[in-house]
C-alpha cells in the first residue's frame, strides 16, 4: 500500500498500523473517533517519503512499520548498531536504500511515529513543515532510542519557594485560562512541546500535546516504550488535571473541546485513579503548571475581573473592584452635584445682584416720581391761585365770593 493510499484506510487497516507500534491492542478497545488525530499525525510523518522523493525511494509505509517494531524490539540498542543491523537486514526490502544516511533517516521517521517526540537529528522533519518545531532531540550513533529518550526527561524542575505539599487550585483549567485570561491553545504532535507558554506579539498560547490516545497505550505497554513510566503517567494527569471532566467543570470543558474539535475526552482519565493536585505528583512539567497557576492568580484582563466564578472562588478579589467602581461612582456624583450646586449658587448670585440692580432702579423711578409729584402739587397751587384772582377781578365778584376775595 502506497502513501497516496493512507488516508483512505479502513479501520481495520488504523488497527493493524496501530499494533505494530503497541502489540495485540484489543480490536474491541479500538476507537476510530477517538485515534483519528494520531492516524492523521502519522499519515503526516509519512507523507515526508514523498515531499523528499529527490532524496528517497522509499514509498511503503510498510517499511517504515517494520522499522517502528524492530525499534520497540531494539529500543535498548544504540544507534549505530541499529544502522548496522538494518544495512543487513531483509526488514529494508527496497533495495534502493542502501547508504547509511537513508536507513538512519527512515529510522529516525519510524521513532517520531512511534513516540511523538521530534527526534530529527538530518533535519528532514524541520524541512518539510510550516512551522518549525519548538524542540528536537539529536540522536548520535552511540546513544541508544531509551536513553536518548530518558535523558530528556531525566530532571525534575523546581520552584524556588514552592514545597513538595504545594497545592494546585481546583479550578485551574484550560477552558478558563482561554475564556477568561485571553489564552489559546497551540495542539501539538510532539509531547516534547507540552504545556510550553508562548506570549508573542500580544498572542497568548499554551502549546498542548494532543494524543492522549497514545498515552493510553504508551502507558499499558510502558515495559516495551523508551519513556519512564512516570513520564507517561504525568502526561496523563495533566490531560486529567487542566480538562477536568467532573462536575462543575466537566461542562465547560466538553464544551471547550467541542469548539476545538477535539474528542480525546471520551477516552476517560486512561488509568489514573483520579484528578492530582499536589504539585509533588507532577515533576517534569511542575513548572510549567506553576506558570499556570500564577495566570489565574492574577486578574483577568478586561471586564472579566469584575465577574463572580461559577463557585465565587474570586467573591473577594471582585467586592473590592466594586466596591471601588462603587466609591468611584458616588465621588462622581457628589462632584457632578457640587458643580450643579455652584452652578446654581453663581446662577442665583447673578439674580440677586440683577434684583438688587432693580430695586435700585426702582428706588430712583420712585425719588423722581416723587419729585415730579410735588412738582405738579405746586403748579396746581399756582394754578389755583391764578384762577381765584381771576375769579375775584370779575365785576361785583366781591359780592358773590366774599370768602375767595377777602
Not at 518545531?133 to 531525566?154: C, G, H, K, Y
Not at 508562548?198 to 499499558?220: A, M, P, S, T, W
Not at 420712585?366 to 396746581?380: G, K, V
Request: net charge neutral; glycine share 4%; with cysteine.
Amino acid at each position: 500500500m502506497n502513501l497516496a493510499e493512507l488516508s483512505t484506510q479502513s479501520s481495520s487497516e488504523n488497527h493493524w498500523l496501530f499494533e505494530a507500534f503497541w502489540p495485540k491492542i484489543p480490536i474491541n478497545e479500538f476507537s476510530t473517533k477517538a485515534s483519528q488525530r494520531f492516524a492523521d499525525y502519522v499519515n503526516s510523518e509519512l507523507s515526508i517519503l514523498e515531499t523528499q522523493s529527490g532524496r528517497f525511494v522509499v514509498t511503503d509505509r510498510a517499511e517504515v512499520i517494520n522499522v517502528v517494531k524492530f525499534l520497540r524490539e531494539k529500543r535498548a540498542r544504540t544507534l549505530g548498531d541499529i544502522l548496522d543491523n538494518l544495512g543487513t537486514h531483509q526488514i529494508v526490502q527496497n533495495p534502493g536504500l542502501n547508504r547509511r544516511a537513508e536507513i538512519h533517516a527512515l529510522v529516525e521517521l519510524g521513532a517520531r511515529i512511534w513516540l511523538t517526540i521530534n527526534v530529527d537529528t538530518l533535519g528532514l522533519a524541520a524541512a518539510s513543515q510550516k512551522f518549525p518545531p519548538i524542540e528536537t532531540l539529536r540522536w548520535n550513533e552511540a546513544t541508544s532510542l531509551q536513553s536518548l529518550v530518558r535523558s530528556r526527561f531525566n530532571h525534575e524542575t523546581t520552584i524556588p519557594g514552592l514545597g513538595e505539599a504545594g497545592m494546585i487550585p481546583s479550578h485551574l483549567n484550560i477552558a478558563e485560562l482561554c475564556s477568561k485570561y485571553r489564552y489559546r491553545v497551540s495542539w501539538s504532535d510532539s509531547l516534547l512541546e507540552h504545556l510550553t507558554i508562548r506570549d508573542e506579539g500580544g498572542v497568548k498560547e499554551i502549546v498542548f500535546y494532543e494524543h492522549l490516545f497514545c498515552l493510553k497505550y504508551q502507558l499499558e505497554y510502558a515495559d516495551e516504550s523508551p519513556f519512564p513510566k512516570d513520564v507517561i503517567e504525568e502526561a496523563i494527569d495533566t490531560f486529567n488535571l487542566l480538562f477536568p471532566m467532573t462536575t462543575p467543570m466537566g461542562k465547560d470543558t466538553r464544551r471547550f473541546l467541542r469548539k476545538e474539535n477535539r474528542n480525546f475526552y471520551i477516552l476517560g482519565p486512561c488509568g489514573r485513579e483520579r484528578r492530582y493536585l499536589e504539585f509533588s505528583n507532577y515533576k517534569h512539567w511542575r513548572y510549567n503548571i506553576q506558570q499556570l497557576v500564577d495566570i489565574i492568580a492574577g486578574p483577568a484582563p478586561g471586564w472579566r475581573q469584575v465577574l463572580l466564578d461559577r463557585d465565587a472562588r474570586n467573591f473577594e478579589k471582585v467586592m473590592t473592584i466594586w466596591i471601588g467602581i462603587t466609591a468611584t461612582i458616588l465621588a462622581l456624583i457628589t462632584i457632578v452635584f457640587g458643580i450643579l450646586a455652584l452652578c446654581l449658587a453663581l446662577k442665583a448670585n447673578d439674580l440677586t445682584r440683577k434684583a438688587l440692580k432693580l430695586a435700585s432702579d426702582a428706588n430712583s423711578i420712585a425719588r423722581e416720581a416723587l419729585i415730579l409729584a410735588r412738582e405738579a402739587n405746586r403748579i396746581s397751587r399756582d394754578s389755583y391761585e391764578l384762577d381765584r384772582r381771576l375769579a375775584c377781578l370779575a365785576p361785583n365778584a366781591t359780592n358773590y365770593i366774599t370768602e375767595f376775595c377777602t
